[in-house]
Nanobody, 128 residues
């Protein structure tokens, strides 16, 4: 599986960005997808996840109501729409994927160690 992120950049506080993650190599529709982020000196943390059938989403409290995860299965692409950006959203954003484990709840997919494949990351910088 290969994941390629794009869409990062520099934006002022209150602005918006849309990140894209293009996946290739496996059956996209059977894989759980997640967006994580890592700020300098901090651990990698969850932003949002979307289930393999794209019917269930989950957001961290820090982005809930501002970010939206979505997908286009025809394009094998997952998106993260980020609105009302804040300086504390500044981080490298990573796309990740892993096969759906039917024995696991959606909370299983909120931690980085649950994911097998990662993109290279894209930098998001929010200026105040």
């Amino acid at each position: 599986v290969q994941l390629v992120e794009s869409g990062g950049g520099l934006v002022q506080a209150g602005g918006s960005l849309r990140l894209s993650c293009a996946a290739s190599g496996r059956t996209f529709s059977t894989y759980y997808m997640g967006w994580f982020r890592q700020a300098p000196g901090k651990e990698r943390e969850l932003a949002a996840t979307i289930s393999e059938n794209r019917g269930a989403t989950l957001y961290s409290d820090s982005v809930k109501g501002r970010f939206t995860i979505s997908s286009d299965n025809a394009k094998n692409t997952v998106y993260l729409q980020m609105n009302s950006l804040k300086p504390e959203d500044t981080a490298v954003y990573y796309c990740a994927t892993t096969p759906r484990n039917l024995l696991s709840s959606k909370n299983y997919y909120t931690v980085p160690t649950s994911y097998d494949y990662w993109g290279q990351g894209t930098q998001v910088t929010v200026s105040s």
